[in-house]
């Protein structure tokens, strides 16, 4: 079959249909794939067009097109394969708020599911598959925990998605899941691939940011890697006397999960299913991310809406006693992920974010959370534990001192008093951040430090020895394969924003663990050729990369 889409894409198109069917909150639809392929540019596009009886439709553009031209349908997508070339593979998707939003939710998962369902697969074996193998009896009741926590909410959010605006974002979140499934699926009959992920695993990837690290892909004796990992906001004046911050942050994990996705949500969802009802506060969102995950899992979101942005960073807590934080998953209890996807749509500021992410707080995932108004220099500090949440307004203490940090340490009295005692390496890093924090003046020695090249510390660095776990190099730029005895843990990445009263100004992403010309980049073969790493480039030498979205 030929088609011709536009004066911009006179070219034959070699186009196959496929019919499956998938379901949507119980509604048989079809999906019919087309697939071209063009200049090879490294770019996919793909649109969903959807039909009142339920039938989806994916058109497949191939690369080399002109991205504004893609048609909008329901949904629509471009996937950018970049992650030899930066570190990230970037994915962007705009849905149209003139379509019911379980059919944008759909639409979303389907694009992203189809479109991106290699990286998927690899960061499944990944983190998944290879440590499952030898913990098949943990990891069949995490699946188990899974699923039924999922069937227990999808039921609740049926009843309670058409009064109460969190239930209707509950709901679409599941149901953007169950089109990722459906689209990944689809995705691989098309390649006439055999690979498999059971279903239970798709809820996995999604709430990867609740469960617990296996205990064969870090090695907790060596160290508590979340805690390597940091988010600090601070203060400029720029010349002509107007305020500017900067948002920094960086996540500590198994080197396995480095198959990273840069993401924007552009989903015009409303806050009901009512046809007459308002787009959501949070309609744009961008996160740093990974396959198969909806939401970010570093906790790291630039959220906009019609001059309007909220910037939310969030680090884990560092907690005494490990019972809080290793407690099954009860299905009454909403994933982290759901909480803060629902919270980033509802929140008009600080306060009602985490008033939201408050809401029916779960049993497996602790947090310090920084939420920012940049076009008001508000700044909200929110510690939560699986049994409270404590938020305050930290915007004067924020403009006083011109800095705060988040390294795990809890500030509040009462979250320490249930955390309990172990915060003596995340307090001496918090002392040294806010130390180092003070001397900075410019936005980009933001960026050194976050390379760990401190002032002071140089000949920590050209000498670099990770043995004592408080030297300044390995405060702000950690990395286990570097110690006498390597594990594969250490700090994965970099994030910096810089926004002002008149909103996001820069931002600029960094994937893979610190390197420089003293320092080896990281090597998969010279340190962990046995670790499972598919998908994942040989060698993380990369610089900082600003993404340039387009559907803006």
């Not at 598919?534 to 600003?546: A, K």
Request: one cysteine or more; charged letters at 20%.
């Amino acid at each position: 079959m030929l088609k011709v889409v536009g004066a911009s894409w006179l070219q034959t198109r070699i186009s196959t249909y496929i019919l499956g069917a998938v379901a949507l909150l119980g509604i048989g639809a079809i999906i019919l794939g087309e697939f071209g392929h063009v200049e090879n540019d490294g770019t996919y596009a793909a649109t969903v067009t959807w039909k009142q009886n339920g039938a989806y439709r994916i058109d497949f553009w191939g690369q080399g097109n002109d991205l504004e031209a893609i048609p909008s349908g329901a949904a629509r997508a471009y996937y950018r394969t970049g992650i030899h070339h930066t570190g990230w593979s970037v994915i962007e998707i705009k849905s149209s708020e003139d379509y019911p939003d379980t059919v944008q939710a759909y639409s979303t998962g389907l694009l992203e599911g189809s479109l991106t369902w290699q990286l998927i697969h690899h960061h499944w074996h990944n983190t998944i598959e290879a440590p499952c193998s030898t913990q098949e009896s943990m990891c069949e009741k995490i699946r188990h925990h899974l699923k039924e926590n999922r069937e227990y909410h999808r039921k609740r959010a049926e009843v309670l998605a058409a009064k109460d605006p969190y239930w209707h974002m509950v709901s679409l979140f599941y149901t953007q899941l169950a089109g990722m499934e459906a689209g990944w699926k689809f995705a691989v009959r098309r390649s006439r691939k055999t690979v498999e992920i059971p279903s239970e695993d798709f809820l996995w990837l999604a709430m990867a940011s609740d469960l617990p690290y296996l205990e064969d892909t870090v090695n907790k004796s060596k160290v508590n890697a979340d805690l390597a990992g940091m988010a600090f906001l601070k203060l400029f004046n720029k010349t002509n006397g107007e305020p500017q911050i900067t948002l920094a942050h960086n996540t500590a994990a198994p080197y396995g999960k480095m198959l990273r996705l840069l993401k924007r949500y552009d989903l015009g969802y409303h806050l009901s299913p009512s046809e007459n009802s308002q787009v959501v506060p949070g309609r744009s969102i961008v996160m740093t991310s990974y396959p198969g995950a909806l939401s970010s899992q570093d906790e790291y979101f630039i959220i906009e809406n019609e001059g309007r942005e909220l910037l939310v960073a969030g680090t884990p807590l560092a907690i005494g006693d490990h019972g809080i934080w290793s407690q099954p998953i009860l299905k009454n209890q909403l994933m982290l992920a759901v909480r803060v996807m629902s919270a980033n749509r509802l929140a008009t500021d600080g306060l009602t974010w985490s008033r939201h992410l408050a809401l029916y707080n779960g049993g497996t995932a602790s947090r310090q959370w920084l939420a920012v108004d940049p076009r008001l220099n508000s700044v909200w500090l929110v510690e939560q534990l699986p049994s409270i949440t404590h938020a305050v307004d930290y915007s004067k203490d924020f403009v006083n001192v011109g800095f705060v940090s988040c390294t795990g340490a809890p500030m509040f009295k009462e979250i320490r008093q249930v955390a309990g005692d172990s915060r003596d390496a995340a307090s001496v890093r918090s002392n040294e951040i806010a130390r180092q924090l003070a001397n900075i003046t410019t936005a980009s020695e933001i960026a050194d430090l976050m390379h760990g090249h401190v002032p002071d510390a140089h000949a920590v660095f050209n000498n670099f020895s990770m043995t004592s776990g408080t030297d300044l190099v390995e405060i702000f730029a950690f990395r286990g394969d570097l110690y006498a005895q390597p594990f594969p843990v250490g700090v994965i990445d970099a994030k910096i924003v810089t926004a002002g009263i008149d909103g996001i100004e820069n931002f600029q992403v960094y994937s893979g663990p610190n390197f420089s010309n003293k320092i080896p980049a990281f090597n998969w073969t010279r340190t962990f050729p046995n670790e499972p790493h598919c998908g994942h480039p040989e060698t993380f030498n990369f610089g900082m990369t600003t993404p340039k979205w387009v559907w803006v």
